[in-house]
């Protein structure tokens, strides 16, 4: 239960002063990324029957691997619950979380972390059974809710309920199992967490998936994304860019099948800089001009990523809505690789 | 040989008694220092880290609901008053846990000593199944019988007027309070005034005859008597709280939930089978030769167990029951696996929603080591009450 939090303490107790700019250098020693996922949420983070690992936040840290060390498959994968998720990575159990984690102010400003930017906009809601003839949130009066200790989630259920009157009871779970499995067995009247979290636990779980409805509120917002140890600059541009690249080759048509031929003979300016055939942008960074194109060639761009993991056609059936390009109307806007 | 050391020698080298002290600041010094290093360690590394840290969380708002709360509590109080309300949360599960482990486990323990086989065996098959198996396992398995088991809230089960049983815990009547039971509280008091009375006479007439007087019986009178006099006194305010059957749920009415019953069940039948066999060795520890005089005193059973041997074994019993109350309290931390709001479940949440790791779980050590040490800081006097005088 307590267990990272407590190794936490022990590191942070037993380690001498602790230097910065460390880990990048560590990453390619041991030649190995370190990445702190979330053990059981598909489309998301899930391992398959032989560990093969996949999902929208695995293919981050692939990415990132295929970056740093020219190998999408050299990481090792570091299952995290809510609550010790945040103590392993001040630790430095993982060099990096991509584990569907919300950007608050409280996390980026005291738990000696930076959020890298966000991988997918989200909002809290709630999930009841079809039986139940609950059409909206505004319906559930005194209704028992189920929810994962260790999240956002408790506290915008509070918020919600009291700015509603609804005066809900959440019943409180270690773990994401025990929350899906109180759920299921009618505990509650209500689950509730992130909107893909939802969509997921249903897919998954749920003997019949017809048989549950996600309603239509959603009461918070959710920008998940990865977070890396604070006092390391170097490797926080890395994490943020990476991501910012995959998203502008979205943007300029550079996909996993095309990436080759463009390298090859793009002529626009614009792919020549991200693939790094005119400029070198990596050499910023601390690392070499093929950077970015180790990364698309790895996962393919955000759109690619999206669409395999959580998209309309994967089995989660998630809309690209909000996580859409800011040219097509969504959110998704990265800063120029230039 | 033997001759007492001068006084000049206690701070000679050679002198035993100031080796040993020296020694003695030695190792405290170095403890001092190590547990300094460590501190300055952890709060450097924090600090470096960017890591936040110290106590002044608690005064801040919580902004988190609690389900379940022997006090109301509101998600716009302190952090502090959260870990007040996780703190009875335990204290209530412990308490009740404590209460009934004791009766079942004695019952327990006296059956093994049974004279009929069913008894005994049966005793003796529920110590060696319940003792074997992790306490975490038993939780699951409660947990699962009460909510994959019972019907769902709609359908709930309504074995008698007032009283629901479902997946969502069992909901009971209970008196609205009103200015009259203040009456029936007072009644209940004087009952209680009454038994220790009571106690006296047949103590004196026993002594006086020899004659005994039946003692738990009219005990039990008494109290039921003083209190429904204080109840009519008081106008006899009927109010009760029933709990009502609507379209998709129960409401109103006193309510425990499944976590609850799961916590303070799972506690109740694990801890039982221990203390059951502290009971039985208790009780094997009497001599053989009590049993003979009882018998040759011409005493029953019954009254040979309640007025020879329980005594007895009672001071044998006190020390090791101790240990099991202390392990009943921090297994209550337990809890936390299937969703009872303890003091382990808050602190988690608040660990969360502040960041504060270290300083969250020394307040749970604290709480718990403050609990332990209170619990058998009772226990030590009562062993001491009970523990045979030198006259």
């Known amino acids: 239960m307590f267990k990272h939090t407590i190794a936490a303490a022990l590191a942070l107790a037993f380690v001498g002063s602790v230097h910065a700019g460390k880990t990048l250098d560590a990453i390619k020693q041991r030649g190995q990324l370190v990445c702190g996922v979330n053990p059981s949420l598909p489309g998301f983070s899930a391992a398959d029957s032989q560990g093969n690992w996949a999902g929208l936040d695995v293919d981050i840290c692939k990415a990132i691997a295929a970056t740093v060390l020219s190998d999408a498959g050299k990481v090792k994968w570091v299952p995290l619950n809510a609550s010790q998720r945040f103590a392993a990575l001040q630790s430095g159990e993982v060099d990096i979380l991509s584990r569907n984690t919300t950007w608050t102010l409280t996390r980026?400003?005291?738990?000696g972390l930076h959020f890298t930017?966000?991988?997918?906009?989200d909002g809290q809601g709630f999930m009841v059974t079809k039986k139940s003839k609950i059409t909206s949130a505004k319906q559930l009066k005194g209704a028992t809710v189920c929810v994962q200790s260790g999240t956002t989630t408790e506290k915008n259920l509070t918020d919600y309920s009291k700015a509603a009157g609804l005066n809900m009871k959440p019943v409180v779970f270690e773990t994401q199992e025990a929350t899906n499995k109180a759920y299921f067995a009618g505990r509650c009247q209500a689950y509730t967490t992130d909107a893909s979290g939802l969509a997921s636990v249903r897919n998954k779980e749920a003997g019949n998936p017809d048989d549950h409805v996600i309603l239509p509120e959603l009461i918070s917002k959710e920008p998940l994304g990865p977070s890396v140890r604070r006092g390391d600059d170097e490797f926080f541009a890395i994490?943020?860019?990476?991501?910012?690249?995959?998203?502008?080759?979205?943007?300029?048509?550079?996909?996993?099948?095309?990436?080759?031929?463009?390298?090859?003979?793009?002529?626009?300016?614009v792919?020549?800089?991200?693939?790094?055939?005119?400029?070198?942008?990596?050499?910023?960074?601390?690392?070499?001009?093929?950077?970015?194109?180790?990364?698309?060639?790895?996962?393919?761009?955000?759109?690619?990523?999206?669409?395999?993991?959580?998209?309309?056609?994967?089995?989660?059936?998630?809309?690209?809505?909000?996580?859409?390009?800011?040219?097509?109307?969504?959110?998704?806007?990265?800063?120029?690789?230039? | 040989m033997s001759a007492p050391p001068s006084k000049s020698s206690s701070f000679n080298w050679r002198s035993k008694a100031f080796r040993g002290v020296l020694y003695q600041v030695v190792v405290l010094a170095l403890l001092v220092l190590a547990a300094a290093y460590l501190l300055h360690n952890t709060l450097d590394n924090m600090r470096v880290r960017g890591i936040k840290s110290g106590f002044d969380f608690i005064t801040q708002p919580a902004g988190f609901a609690i389900?379940?709360?022997?006090?109301?509590?509101?998600?716009?109080?302190?952090?502090?008053?959260?870990?007040?309300?996780?703190?009875?949360?335990?204290?209530?599960?412990?308490?009740?846990?404590?209460?009934?482990?004791?009766?079942?486990?004695?019952?327990?323990?006296?059956?093994?000593?049974?004279?009929?086989?069913?008894?005994?065996?049966?005793?003796g098959a529920y110590v060696d199944l319940v003792r074997n198996v992790p306490l975490l396992l038993q939780l699951f398995i409660w947990y699962f019988v009460l909510t994959e088991k019972l019907p769902p809230i709609e359908e709930?089960?309504?074995?008698?007027?007032?009283?629901?049983?479902?997946?969502?815990?069992?909901?009971?009547?209970?008196?609205?309070?009103?200015?009259?039971?203040?009456?029936?509280?007072?009644?209940?008091?004087?009952?209680?005034?009454?038994?220790?009375?009571?106690?006296r006479m047949s103590r004196v007439r026993f002594e006086r005859t020899g004659k005994p007087t039946p003692f738990v019986l009219p005990a039990i009178g008494i109290v039921v008597l003083a209190t429904l006099v204080g109840w009519l006194l008081g106008g006899a305010p009927a109010g009760l709280d029933s709990p009502e059957k609507t379209e998709i749920n129960v409401v109103g009415g006193g309510a425990v939930t499944p976590e609850f019953l799961t916590v303070l069940i799972g506690l109740t039948v694990y801890t039982a089978a221990y203390?059951?066999?502290?009971?039985?060795?208790?009780?094997?520890?009497?001599?053989?030769?009590?049993?003979?005089?009882?018998?040759?005193?011409?005493?029953?059973?019954?009254?040979?167990?309640?007025?020879?041997?329980?005594?007895?074994?009672?001071?044998?019993?006190?020390?090791?029951?101790?240990?099991?109350?202390?392990?009943?309290?921090k297994n209550s931390s337990l809890a936390v696996a299937?969703?009872?709001?303890?003091?382990?479940?808050?602190?988690?949440?608040?660990?969360?929603?502040?960041?504060?790791?270290?300083?969250?779980?020394?307040?749970?050590?604290?709480?718990?080591?403050?609990?332990?040490?209170?619990?058998?800081?009772?226990m030590n006097w009562y062993n001491r009450r009970s523990a045979i005088k030198e006259r």
């Open chain 2, 275 to 329: 203390i059951a066999e502290v009971v039985r060795a208790g009780i094997q520890s009497v001599p053989f030769g009590q049993h003979e005089a009882s018998v040759s005193l011409g005493l029953g059973r019954g009254q040979e167990l309640r007025l020879v041997q329980l005594p007895q074994a009672l001071r044998v019993i006190i020390p090791p029951m101790t240990n099991q109350y202390l392990n009943l309290t």
């Open chain 2, 156 to 199: 709930a089960l309504h074995p008698l007027p007032g009283l629901f049983f479902s997946k969502n815990g069992l909901q009971f009547p209970h008196p609205v309070w009103a200015d009259g039971h203040l009456f029936t509280v007072a009644g209940f008091v004087v009952g209680l005034i009454g038994v220790w009375w009571w106690s």
């Open chain 1, 239 to 269: 994490a943020k860019w990476v991501v910012f690249a995959l998203i502008e080759a979205e943007e300029y048509g550079i996909t996993q099948a095309n990436v080759d031929q463009l390298k090859a003979d793009s002529k626009d300016p």
């Open chain 2, 338 to 378: 299937v969703g009872y709001p303890d003091l382990v479940s808050i602190s988690n949440t608040s660990l969360n929603q502040t960041g504060r790791a270290i300083e969250c779980i020394a307040l749970v050590m604290a709480c718990y080591l403050t609990l332990s040490l209170l619990t058998s800081a009772g």
């Open chain 1, 108 to 111: 980026d400003a005291s738990l």
């Open chain 1, 117 to 121: 930017g966000t991988t997918y906009y």
């Open chain 2, 67 to 123: 389900g379940e709360s022997v006090v109301p509590f509101d998600s716009a109080e302190s952090y502090g008053k959260a870990f007040l309300v996780g703190l009875s949360n335990t204290f209530r599960v412990a308490i009740l846990g404590i209460l009934f482990a004791t009766v079942l486990g004695t019952l327990v323990g006296v059956g093994r000593l049974s004279r009929n086989f069913l008894v005994r065996t049966l005793s």
């Open chain 1, 271 to 338: 792919v020549q800089r991200i693939l790094g055939t005119s400029e070198d942008t990596g050499k910023l960074l601390g690392l070499d001009k093929d950077w970015a194109y180790r990364a698309i060639k790895a996962t393919g761009n955000y759109g690619e990523i999206f669409e395999r993991n959580v998209g309309p056609k994967s089995a989660l059936k998630l809309p690209r809505g909000a996580n859409n390009l800011w040219s097509k109307g969504g959110f998704m806007y990265a800063p120029p690789v230039r």
